[in-house]
């Protein structure tokens, strides 16, 4: 009778480790995807020159396409963008400057391997090289952020995982 209880709280402890340690894979597995997941939603933006021709702009949009780094490529007229940005501050702003101030913009987004701030920094100096740029702005102080902070949760779920394999 004894031995019979004794080989049941070994098979149920060793489920239950077997059972944590996956618990613990998941949500090694997880982590990785959901900082995959914010890291891909930022984007570079690169402003256009007004002077550049809609050739040199799709021949653009297509070069910045085949990068390794880019996800994905989107074109923004200035004027759907004046329409966004009407709709946004509740007033058409257009009609008080007489004329569309914003630029036509490329919106790349970044594979998640590439945002980090030296990799993005990399990239701005690549995109401000082309003629037909005039800026290339993102948010530097979110990918800093981001960055930390996927970096300390990283550090926790491995020191929480070495504990939970050392009990």
């Known amino acids: 009778r004894r031995l019979r209880s004794s080989y049941f ?28 997941h914010f890291k891909e939603k930022v984007a570079i933006t690169v402003f256009l020159n007004d002077s550049a021709k809609e050739k040199n702009v799709k021949e653009l949009q297509a070069t910045l396409g085949k990068q390794e780094y880019a996800k994905a490529v989107n074109f923004i007229s200035k004027d759907s963008a004046a329409i966004a940005y009407s709709k946004d501050i509740g007033e058409d702003f257009i009609e008080y400057l007489g004329k569309n101030p914003l630029k036509n913009a490329i919106n790349i987004y970044v594979k998640s391997d590439f945002v980090t701030p030296e ?36 550090l926790w779920v491995l020191i929480f995982s070495k504990k939970k394999e050392k009990a």
Do not use: C, P, Q
């Open 9 to 36: 709280s070994v098979v149920v402890s060793i489920a239950l480790v077997l059972f944590l340690l996956g618990l613990l894979g998941l949500l090694v597995l997880k982590t990785k995807t959901i900082s995959d």
């Open 119 to 154: 990799k993005m920094s990399e990239i701005e100096v690549e995109l401000s090289k082309n003629k037909n740029v005039f800026e290339v702005s993102y948010d530097k102080s979110l990918i800093d952020l981001l960055t930390k902070n996927i970096k300390r949760i990283s």
